[in-house]
Structure formats: C-alpha cells, structure tokens
C-alpha cells in the first residue's frame, strides 16, 4: 500500500524546492506612458521589510532633524544584499548594459519623511548613472512623475504642471526602478499632504523610509566611502 503513495506528490521534490525559491520574484508593472519605469509590489518580503528598518534606525540615520543619509562607496551590508536578490529574481529590471555593471548601485539615499512629508520634483543629477531602484518601507504615498522641465534652475521651486503628471502609489515592500525615459525626462516627487486619494481610495501616511540606491558615473567618485546625514 505503501508503494501506491506518491511521495513526491505530498511533500514535493529537491528540485521543486529550488523551483520555488526562484519562483519568489513578483511580477514587473509597467507603464505605457512612461517607457523605463517598473514597479514591483510587495516584492520585499515583511522579513525583509523588518530587517532594513531596524538595520536603518539601528544606525541612528534618523536623530534629532535629520531626515536623509548619503552612503557613498562600498555599501553597508545590511543594504549590498539587494544588488545580488535584483540579479537573481529580476534579471530584466533594467537594460543588459545596467544590469552587468559591476557594482550594479555604489550610493545609497536613505530617506525618512514624517507623516504628511513629501519631496520636491526633481530629475537626479546627471552625475548619477542611470539605473535608479527605490525601495519603500512603512507607509504608502503616492509618487508623482511630471514631464521634465527644461529650466533645470527650477528643481527647486515645486512643479505645478498637473496636465501630464501620472501618479504612483508605493506601498510598503514595493520596489520601484527609473531607467531610460523615467530616469531622464520625466521628475518624480511626491506631495506633501497627510492622505493620499488614488481610483477613489483614500490611504492615511504614516512615517515612511525610503531607500534610493544608484551608481556614480566614473570620474564622479567620492575620494573617500562616505556617509552624511542632514536634513533634506
Ligand atoms: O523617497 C522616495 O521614494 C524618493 C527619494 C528621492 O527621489 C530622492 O532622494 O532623490
């Protein structure tokens, strides 16, 4: 009788063990609109989550008013797992020419924004790569791409052309990666406002913690690895 059980049928097999934990990776979003932008909902696990947080507020980035910190160079452990976990589960994310780089991302931008805070509009600076991966831990918002202005003076002041902006809710866990069009010629920013409306749901803030990771074009190297904290 004992031969009649199909083992593998109740408990699975090695390989359909290693199957599923390359089957982990979530499916990519893509936006007609703005060719380059992809987003992965709740591709970090609530381990995962966890595990940056803590590592995050363990550091202390976030005392007294400071609300953002630049990593430059060789990036701490608790953040240079991801290069290797985008290889693995999401080898298209960008362009085979990011993709094989090598570091994929040698700056980090850790950013904390208390309820209600948002970021003005803006494009990175050119003496970033292209290539941008931001991960969202805590809260929701919703993210704002606006076609770029052609006055690069105006970064600073806020972008109030609504007529072509296209809104992007980032939920806890999700990433989202900027190449190409997204990257270059469209701004991204997120308002600040305590509760953000998005196909009629209304969705509280919270504190959220962002994690921006990049590469330095060559020449653009820090003398140093380096960290700063500041206000944003
Ligand atoms: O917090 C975010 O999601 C975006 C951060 C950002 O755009 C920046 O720091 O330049």
């Known amino acids: 009788m004992s031969n009649n059980i199909d083992w593998e049928d109740l408990f699975g097999s090695d390989d359909e063990e290693v ?58 452990d608790f953040i240079k797992w991801i290069e290797p976990w985008v290889a693995e589960n999401y080898p298209d994310l960008f362009g085979q020419d990011i993709m094989s780089r090598q570091p994929l991302f040698d700056q980090a931008i850790l950013n904390m924004y208390k309820k209600g805070e948002g970021i003005t509009s803006h494009v990175d600076l050119l003496r970033f790569e292209d290539g941008i991966l931001i991960i969202s831990l805590m809260s929701s918002c919703i993210m704002t791409m ?60 919270g504190t959220r913690i962002s994690v921006t990771l990049r590469r330095l074009k060559q020449g653009e190297q820090e003398m140093q690895p380096t960290t700063t904290i500041s206000e944003r």
């Open 146 to 205: 606006r076609p770029a202005r052609k006055d690069t003076a105006s970064y600073h002041a806020e972008n109030t052309d609504d007529s072509k902006k296209y809104d992007i809710l980032l939920r806890p866990g999700d990433v989202l990666a900027l190449s190409q069009e997204a990257r270059y010629d469209w701004e991204h920013g997120i308002p600040s406002r305590l509760v953000d409306e998005m196909d009629g749901q209304y969705i509280e803030r």
């Open 19 to 76: 199957e599923e934990e390359h089957q982990n990776h979530k499916p990519i979003t893509t936006f007609d609109v703005i060719p380059g932008l992809k987003l992965i909902k709740q591709a970090l696990s609530h381990q995962e989550q966890m595990s940056l947080t803590h590592a995050l507020i363990d550091r202390n980035y976030f005392t007294g008013n400071a609300n953002q910190a630049m990593v430059f160079g060789e990036l701490p």
